[in-house]
């Protein structure tokens, strides 16, 4: 194994799910592995959800009835997805840096998504 090839074996990847005390939590992968997949199809469906959410949050934020509990409902659920989209970012980001300073390209679905 090459030297790129080990650099890149052992690129740590963002995942997109919390540990348990809430830290982030990361992998060590060449992007190829049945993880770095779950992890792809999870950020399909938390982005997703965060578009649904938002549909749903325009119309209570626009009502002029919309009580104290609803709107503090949409706040969270909206606070959520945001932590998700957030931590998707910062996760691809990464990961872009990792394809630049090795010059070496990987799978579109490990830098873009799926």
């Known amino acids: 194994m090459s030297s790129s090839e080990q650099l890149d074996a052992t690129c740590a990847r963002l995942l ?3 540990r348990p005390d809430g830290g982030p939590c990361y992998l060590r992968t060449d992007g190829h592995g049945y993880v770095s997949r779950v992890a792809d199809q999870m950020e399909v469906v938390q982005l997703g959800m965060g578009a649904e959410v938002l549909d ?9 009835g919309a009580t104290v509990t609803e709107l503090r409902f949409t706040a969270v659920r909206s606070a959520e997805c945001l932590t998700d989209a957030l931590r998707i970012a ?10 630049r300073s090795t010059g070496r390209g990987t ?8």
């Open 16 to 18: 997109p799910w919390a």
């Open 56 to 64: 749903c949050a325009r119309p209570i934020i626009a009502a002029d």
């Open 90 to 99: 910062e996760s691809r980001g990464g990961r872009l840096q990792q394809v």
């Open 107 to 114: 799978e579109a679905g490990d830098v873009h998504g799926p």
